[in-house]
């Protein structure tokens, strides 16, 4: 049994908004074994409303999806629509990297986070963000990414153990960024 967390922005949870949220995107859980702690978004802005829902699989893939329209109900099931798309679109890479058991939660604990030092100056950071950057090839960052609807992904090859970026190019096709001399 999958668990929940609801939160609202400018709107109250209702139990009947949190029961439908927790029937229509526990759908998902039907396509894998198990899935983390489910984490849903509502919020309500100049008139739209927005549902946000990350939903964490163990083995390092992470489900991302976001709608906005003006009726909550239909964003959610637009958002359930949308994570079934990906889940569908991804299903040969998904099936492939569940087979092989994952990652390692070894190699996870090993590679630690990777600070980001604010400076002050010319371009000036507002917000610092720490992650942990998971071994893997590019084949599955490029999924990840398509998963949680980015355009550039950050991660670990497991080949050379440097770090790598993917990402989209404004033909629709992919690139990678690899350290060099």
Known sequence: ???FTVRGKNIEITPSLKDYVEKRVGKITKYFDE?????????????????????PIPGGVLLRGEEATMDMYTSIDLVVEKLERQIRK???????RFRGGGFKAEAV??????????????????KT????????DAQEAIMQMNLL???FFVFR???S????????????????????D
């Open 157 to 159: 090859n497991s080949a």
């Open 35 to 55: 899935v983390g702690d489910i984490s849903v978004l509502l919020t309500v802005s100049k008139g739209r409303h927005i549902v946000e829902v990350t939903v």
């Open 1 to 3: 049994m999958a668990t």
């Open 90 to 96: 991804q299903k040969t890479r998904l099936a492939k």
């Open 109 to 126: 604990q090993q590679t630690g986070a990777i600070p980001v030092q604010e400076e002050e100056g010319e371009f000036p950071l507002v």
């Open 149 to 151: 609807n980015h355009n």
């Open 129 to 136: 963000k720490r992650f942990v950057v998971k071994p893997m």
């Open 161 to 180: 153990e440097e770090i790598n970026v993917v990402y989209r190019r404004m033909d629709g096709k992919y690139a990678l960024i690899e350290p060099g």
